[in-house]
């Protein structure tokens, strides 16, 4: 099993800035890749960034490109640093692992307890 906490949510006005981290503990070794999701009210949950641990490369949504960057240290704790925030990047915002850096999230294997990130205009 792997435990992911997360933690840096929280308000911000639109343009500002926020860092979300995420802590994995437990088998960590059974994992190639960390990832950031997230789910507003209505929608599907989508990919926000991958990164593959063992390479290094990572990916970013479209709608994020430029603005997020996800990283992680030796540990497999993973960062999403978020810049030039938007209202429609309000959501609950999920760190998650797997295998492999599944564009979906239905074969993720593990999931952390979701963090608030809400942006005004």
């Known amino acids: 099993q792997v435990q992911l906490v997360e933690s840096g949510g929280g308000s911000v006005q639109a343009g500002g800035s926020l860092r979300l981290s995420c802590q994995a503990s437990g088998y960590t070794y059974s994992t190639n890749c960390m990832g950031w999701f997230r789910q507003a009210p209505g929608k599907e949950r989508e990919g926000v960034a991958f990164?593959?641990?063992?390479?290094?490369?990572t990916y970013h949504a479209n709608s994020v490109k430029g603005r997020f960057t996800i990283s992680q240290d030796y540990a497999k704790n993973t960062d999403l640093e978020m810049n030039s925030l938007k209202p429609e990047d309000t959501a609950m915002y999920y760190c998650a692992a797997a295998s492999a850096c599944y564009l979906g999230p239905d074969r993720w294997d593990y999931w952390g307890q979701g963090i608030l990130v809400t942006v005004s205009s």
């Open positions: 990164i593959h641990t063992d390479t290094g490369n």
